[in-house]
C-alpha cells in the first residue's frame, strides 16, 4: 500500500501547528480586547482623562497662536520692514534735494 498525502507525521504535526497559531491569535485578539475594557474602565484612564482636559483648559486660555499664523505674521512684519527701510531712504533722498529747512 501506498502512503496517502498529508497522512504522515509531519502533516500531523503541520495541522496541529497550524491549528495552535490559528487558537493562539484568537487567544491573543481576546486577551487584547479584554485588557483594552480593563484599561478603560480603571482609574488610569480617568486620570488620562482628566489630565488631558486640564492641559486643553490651560493651552485654551493662553493666549498661543498656530505655527502657521506665526509663519504668515513673520513674513508680513519682514515686508513691512522692508517698505519702511525704502520709504526712510526715500524721505531721506527728498530731504537733500530740498535742501535744509528754512527758519523763521
Known amino acids: 500500500m501506498g502512503k496517502r498525502p498529508g497522512t504522515g507525521a509531519a502533516a500531523l504535526l503541520s495541522d496541529r501547528r497550524n ?16 485588557i483594552g475594557k480593563a484599561v478603560e474602565a480603571s482609574p488610569a ?33 519682514l515686508k513691512t520692514r522692508e517698505k519702511l527701510e525704502r520709504l526712510e531712504a526715500r524721505v531721506a533722498e527728498l530731504e537733500a534735494r530740498a535742501g535744509p529747512p528754512a527758519t523763521h
Open 19 to 34: 491549528a495552535m497559531l490559528s487558537f493562539s491569535a484568537k487567544t491573543l485578539d481576546e486577551l487584547a480586547a479584554k
Open 45 to 77: 484612564k480617568d486620570i488620562e482623562k482628566n489630565v488631558k482636559a486640564l492641559l486643553q483648559g490651560g493651552l485654551a486660555r493662553l493666549d498661543v497662536v498656530t505655527r502657521a499664523e506665526f509663519e504668515t505674521q513673520t513674513a508680513v512684519l
